[in-house]
């Protein structure tokens, strides 16, 4: 079982930053790829980032690229997603979550074992 708790989420101006963190308990963290989902009031739940277990290998959704940089420090067991130029359309609830190493880099939620509770970031225009 792996445990995940978000952090870092709140209210900014578009084009501020913000730094997410998923702080995770449990199983060993490092044997586990992580991504990044969103989802916003009346929408699917989306992909924003991954990253392999050694944090060597990492994807981004188009919408993300350039801007948001996903990081994993496995000595702290923590996951971070770097937000830059944040736009009102990236307001939304923010999920970490853990994958099992088959499915390092999946875009698709369902393939995704663990999940965090989320955390809100609202960017007002």
């Known amino acids: 079982q792996v445990q995940l708790v978000e952090s870092g989420g709140g209210l900014v101006q578009a084009g501020d930053s913000l730094r997410l963190s998923c702080a995770t308990s449990?199983?060993?963290?490092?044997?586990?790829?992580m991504g990044w989902f969103r989802q916003a009031p009346g929408k699917e739940r989306e992909f924003v980032a991954a990253?392999?277990?050694?944090?060597?290998?990492?994807y981004y959704a188009d919408s993300v690229k350039g801007r948001f940089t996903i990081s994993r420090d496995n000595a702290k067991n923590t996951v971070y997603l770097q937000m830059n130029s944040l736009k009102p359309e990236d307001t939304a609830v923010y999920y970490c979550?853990?994958?099992?190493?088959?499915?390092?880099?999946?875009?698709?939620?369902?393939?995704?074992?663990?999940w965090g509770q989320g955390t809100q970031v609202t960017v007002s225009s």
């Open positions: 979550a853990a994958a099992l190493p088959l499915y390092t880099g999946s875009k698709y939620p369902g393939q995704y074992d663990y």
């Open positions: 449990g199983r060993t963290f490092s044997r586990y790829p």
């Open positions: 990253i392999n277990w050694t944090g060597g290998n990492t």
